[in-house]
């Protein structure tokens, strides 16, 4: 089983729905992050929270929110989905312990299609 | 900010030496990560440079210069695997976070 899990894999929405991207994580690291990717834009960081009550907006945050429900889940939600929300998307995490050099463990990707 | 550059795409042989650059404008640096990632798979890291000089991992190296803002990855002895995008990221800053160039894709032909 990955150690860095995203549900749904992939999902097509309309626009205007409200969808939430999942993460859960069995690596106990007390940091958490979510990407998305873009063709020839990269990974661009939109929020990120180092424990449970800890949350920090990244690059581009406008139209996404987040929860922490625990140090091993972390949603992403679009509450109102636009075209150009279309990506895919990342979780990951990391262990701010002495140490770790804080490299990221990606989850496997949530395709998202707003059509 | 962070301003990021590294080729978009690059070619090479099987068998052969790649260099792969990336140059970077950052405030508190604190060190620079190197990612792989195939297509449509999750990036998994490759290095973390953190003091100047070369560090060797078997088929893969990586250099880094502080007082230029550069580094690089050089991958030895290409195999077909090796065809892949590969993502230059400093850290800066308290939180460490890195930030992501957009990719250099290379191709190993035969």
């Known amino acids: 089983d990955a150690d860095v899990t995203q549900t749904p894999r992939n999902r097509i929405t309309k626009t205007g729905k409200r969808i939430m991207l999942e993460c859960s994580q069995t690596k106990g690291h007390d940091r958490m992050y979510w990407y998305r990717q873009d063709p020839g834009l990269g990974l661009r960081l939109i929020y990120y929270?180092?424990?449970?009550?800890?949350?920090n907006k990244g690059e581009i945050s406008d139209g996404y929110s987040v929860s922490r429900q625990a140090q091993a889940k972390f949603s992403l939600s679009l509450e109102s989905a636009i075209p150009n929300q279309t990506a895919l998307y990342f979780c990951?995490?990391?262990?701010?312990?002495?140490?770790?050099?804080?490299?990221?463990?990606f989850g496997e990707g949530s395709r998202l299609t707003v059509l | 900010g962070q301003n990021i550059d590294q080729p978009t795409e690059m070619t090479a042989t099987e068998g052969a030496i790649v260099q792969i650059n990336c140059t970077y404008q950052t405030s508190g640096f604190n060190g620079l990560f190197w990612y792989q990632q195939h297509a449509g798979e999750a990036p998994t890291f490759l290095s973390y440079?953190?003091?100047?000089g070369l560090e060797e991992k078997g088929r893969f190296s990586s250099f880094l210069s502080r007082s230029k803002g550069y580094s690089y990855l050089l991958l030895k002895e290409l195999q077909m695997k090796d065809s892949a995008s590969y993502l230059c990221a400093p850290s800066s800053g308290g939180s460490y976070i890195p930030t992501f160039g957009r990719g250099t894709s290379l191709i190993v032909h035969p």
């Open positions: 440079n953190v003091l100047d």
């Open positions: 929270s180092f424990d449970v009550k800890d949350i």
């Open positions: 990951a995490t990391s262990d701010s312990g002495q140490g770790g050099t804080g490299e990221l463990f």
